[in-house]
């Protein structure tokens, strides 16, 4: 069976018209999308076996985001921290709710660890090396390339996303692993980090799941 015979997910994205992105993502071969911030209603019109869900964005000082994160914990609801220093960081990985901590600029052996413990995963944010030139670009790359590493080291799972504001900022899957082996990611590692995380993080939003290891058959 080929690598991208899998079920793809992207789970950043920022739709401006969120019907015509859902049919862009079908066509594209995505199964779903993680829209941050809509509400979705009656008006939503989706493909047929396509999904959107809603995804909330932790904007919070590093003394409030543990509070964020359990006020959202309970919603289903796609939860995503926005890395940056390490402060953000630490309240993020070490707050149990957490599904995605994105693009992390400050990231080490010990967030690493805590990610790990929580379950939360790390994001690496595409749209960032599409949109970039020039010296931020290859520090973006860098960056990247030092979350990998240690996400490596503890076995964190691994998401890749295209940041989409728009259906033109929308890569395909095969387009998605080919940009992320700019910073080393293996063809599997991408295509698990748009399959089996994103499936993952919805497994551990049913309703039948109580911790990892024990669900409700």
């Given at each position: 069976m080929?690598?991208?015979?899998?079920?793809?997910?992207d789970f950043?994205?920022?739709?401006?018209n969120?019907?015509?992105?859902?049919?862009v993502?079908k066509?594209y071969?995505?199964s779903?999308l993680?829209?941050?911030g809509?509400?979705?209603?009656?008006?939503?019109?989706?493909p047929e076996d396509f999904?959107?869900?809603r995804?909330?964005?932790i904007q919070?000082k590093p003394?409030?985001i543990?509070e964020?994160?359990?006020?959202?914990?309970d919603?289903?609801?796609?939860?995503?921290?926005e890395?940056g220093?390490?402060e953000?960081?630490r309240?993020?990985v070490e707050?149990?709710?957490l599904?995605?901590?994105?693009?992390?600029?400050?990231?080490?052996?010990?967030?690493a660890?805590?990610?790990?413990d929580?379950s939360?995963s790390?994001?690496f944010?595409?749209?960032?090396?599409?949109r970039l030139?020039?010296?931020?670009r290859?520090?973006e790359l860098?960056?990247m390339k030092?979350n990998l590493?240690?996400?490596?080291?503890y076995?964190l799972?691994?998401?890749?996303?295209?940041?989409?504001?728009s259906?033109y900022?929308?890569r395909?899957?095969?387009e998605?692993?080919?940009?992320?082996?700019?910073f080393?990611?293996?063809?599997?590692e991408?295509?698990?980090?748009?399959?089996t995380?994103?499936?993952n993080?919805?497994r551990?939003?049913?309703?039948n799941?109580?911790q990892?290891g024990?669900?409700?058959i």
């Open positions: 080929s690598l991208f015979g899998s079920k793809f997910y950043y994205t920022h739709p401006d969120i019907n015509l992105m859902a049919g993502g066509k071969g995505y779903g993680a829209a941050m809509h509400d979705l209603n009656e008006k939503t019109i989706f999904s959107i869900y995804g909330v964005k919070a003394s409030r543990r964020e994160i359990r006020k959202y914990k919603s289903g609801h796609i939860l995503i921290v890395g220093e390490e953000i960081n309240a993020a707050t149990e709710g599904d995605i901590l994105m693009h992390p600029l400050e990231f080490n052996n010990v967030l660890k805590a990610a790990s929580n939360v790390i994001g944010n595409l749209g960032l090396l599409i030139q020039g010296v931020e290859v520090r860098k960056t030092t590493k240690h996400a490596r080291k076995k799972l691994l998401i890749l996303t295209s940041d989409a504001r259906i900022d929308l395909a899957p095969r998605m692993a080919a940009i992320s082996s700019l080393g990611m293996t063809a599997k991408a295509v698990d980090a748009m399959s995380t994103p499936l993080i919805l551990r939003k049913s309703p799941y109580i990892e024990i669900e409700i």
